[in-house]
């Protein structure tokens, strides 16, 4: 069976330290892989994204995600949290290379503390 | 300019009523979707409509239906609205089907079925 798992509903760090925000997949196949962004009452932003070339990803607002095979892994990271990221983040996958049929975590709500 | 819209922002309606919401994109894209985000926040894509071609998600219940008049626009109707359909509803447009293409999306139709 083809799955998302974000790991964490919930992460909170305090502004200007590190973020990790944990995704695993299970594929038989090699799926592209995204990670979007929610913030309160808006639609989604893409973040970045991973289609089979280079295996880290920088995207936009300083994140950037590494895809693990090995560990069927695409952790979302951030150097040091800014205010501005508390927001919704949604890892999610395609297993076939067709939009028709991309599937979302269950999202990880971050919040940052000043 | 605001590339993808719905309209209304809000929506509350009674339980039996049939419901319209409307998308707009002023990115020339080929493609838009339908999702529904329920109250946990959990995704589910619902339609992907591609130059005229529609893809119907099994799992959406044939009281919902897509129309697109063009393709910048592609509208929801619902007929005999029940209590479950309450959820914030996002329209999405992108240049393909492919997955590795960015979805844009609006802001978001808030639905509540009383």
């Known amino acids: 069976a083809q799955s998302v798992t974000q790991l964490d509903s919930h992460v909170s760090v305090s502004e200007g330290t590190p973020v990790l925000l944990r995704c695993n997949y299970s594929?038989?196949?090699?799926?592209?892989l995204f990670w979007y962004v929610q913030h309160p009452n808006k639609g989604l932003q893409l973040l970045l994204k991973y289609t089979s070339a280079a295996t880290l990803v920088k995207g936009i607002n300083g994140f950037e995600a590494e895809f693990k095979k090995s560990e069927t892994s695409f952790h979302l990271t951030k150097p040091s949290a800014h205010m501005s990221d508390a927001a919704e983040y949604f890892c999610?996958?395609?297993?076939?290379?067709?939009?028709?049929?991309?599937?979302f975590g269950s999202g990880t709500q971050l919040t940052v503390l000043p | 300019d605001t590339a993808v819209s719905q309209t209304p922002k809000y929506l509350v309606t009674q339980m039996g009523n049939d419901k319209s919401i409307k998308c707009e994109q002023n990115?020339?894209?080929?493609?838009m979707y339908w999702y529904k985000q329920d109250s946990k926040k959990f995704l589910k894509i619902m339609f992907s409509y591609n130059n005229k071609e529609l893809i119907i998600n099994e799992t959406v219940p044939n009281r919902f239906s897509p129309k697109s008049p063009d393709k910048a626009h592609l509208n929801l109707h619902i007929n005999s609205l029940e209590l479950g359909d309450s959820a914030v509803y996002f329209c999405?447009?992108?240049?393909?089907?492919?997955?590795?293409?960015?979805?844009?999306f609006g802001p978001g139709t808030r639905l509540t079925v009383t």
């Open positions: 990115l020339g894209h080929d493609t």
């Open positions: 594929s038989s196949y090699s799926p592209s």
């Open positions: 999610v996958v395609s297993f076939s290379g067709s939009a028709r049929q991309l599937t």
């Open positions: 999405a447009s992108s240049q393909g089907l492919a997955a590795a293409y960015e979805q844009y």
